[in-house]
């Protein structure tokens, strides 16, 4: 019988697996997947660049290349003056032998130089006569390199905060299970209750303080007569309600072996997606992001609303 298990972040990552009754949902969630990147200011202004060997339509197309290239990278950053609370992204050029090295630094709303990426070599004639083919490489080029380094800023900080998820345990209120039938939304709930925590981060009983909630559905579906189809989706939710993730769990099964008893059944389901909603949690938490190998000074700034899934 076959399974596939699929978690969710930022996009759907396919997952296999196989397994017999009575353990149809037997399996391993596998790795979840890098986290995007997620920086710590509330908006990366992009402003058009003074110093940058460019002419003021080169520039501005720069700049507009820059947040558009960072918008792909999941980074909320815009084309427009930096105002007072924003981070910026401040560009430089270095010219040698026929040949432009842009410089990109982002800086904290006090102006403060938090980190620099160096860009891909270009074509000086090229870029000075704002190229847009060139500019645009220039800038497909940066968005990756800037995203990792906003995340590493942002790892910075929390490493520096004794409150931040780095530091210490999640806190999980779990909602418990609907859906299922039989027995199956308290085994389900009993079994996940069991699972999940691994010394590390903690279930409580109640909503007030928890960092994420987590909630289970069962989704059944008769076939045929002889066929039923098994889905169970775990979601996990930020504290402020936006969502963190999903777990899902799909099987097809002989029909009505989930009516009145789910047994075994439970202890399978519920140790596989454990895995992967403790990878959810990890994800949205931090934890996973390295300080750039350049320390740098911490300021406390508001982390940003991502659209993760």
Not at 65 to 94: C, F, H, N, Y
Not at 192 to 217: C, E, W, Y
Not at 231 to 254: F, H, Y
Request: charged share 20%; glycine share 10%; proline share 8%.
């Amino acid at each position: 019988m076959s399974l596939r298990a699929r978690i969710t972040l930022a996009g759907m990552l396919a997952l296999s697996a196989c397994g017999t009754l009575p353990h149809p949902f037997e399996g391993h969630p596998g790795a979840a997947g890098r986290r995007l990147a997620v920086p710590p200011p509330a908006r990366l202004a992009v402003p058009t660049p003074t110093a940058a060997l460019l002419g003021p339509p080169g520039a501005a197309l720069l700049a507009h290349d820059l947040s558009a290239a960072l918008l792909a990278q999941e980074v909320p950053a815009m084309a427009v003056p930096a105002k007072r609370g924003d981070w910026q992204l401040r560009i430089a050029t270095e010219r040698s032998r026929g040949m432009v090295t842009p410089r990109y630094s982002v800086l904290s709303p006090s102006g403060e130089i938090r980190g620099t990426v160096e860009g891909l070599p270009l074509s000086a004639a090229a870029w000075q006569a704002g190229d847009a083919a060139t500019l645009d490489r220039a800038a497909n080029d940066a968005g990756p390199k800037l995203a990792s380094l906003l995340t590493g800023i942002e790892a910075a900080q929390m490493q520096s905060d004794p409150h931040s998820l780095m530091n210490r345990p999640a806190k999980i209120y779990f909602s418990g299970v609907s859906g299922a039938p039989g027995d199956g939304n308290i085994s389900l709930a009993r079994q996940m209750a069991v699972s999940l925590p691994d010394g590390g981060d903690v279930i409580q009983n109640t909503r007030h303080g928890a960092d994420f909630t987590l909630h289970g559905k069962v989704t059944l579906t008769h076939l045929d007569r002889r066929t039923d189809h098994v889905e169970i989706v775990w979601t996990v939710d930020r504290a402020s309600g936006a969502e963190a993730g999903k777990v899902a769990q799909l099987n097809d099964i002989p029909a009505h072996t989930l009516d009145t008893y789910w047994g075994d059944v439970a202890i399978v389901v519920a140790h596989e997606a454990a895995g992967g909603i403790r990878q959810v949690i990890t994800n949205n938490s931090g934890r996973a992001n390295k300080p750039p190998a350049t320390p740098v000074s911490v300021t406390a700034t508001p982390r940003i609303a991502r659209k993760t899934r």
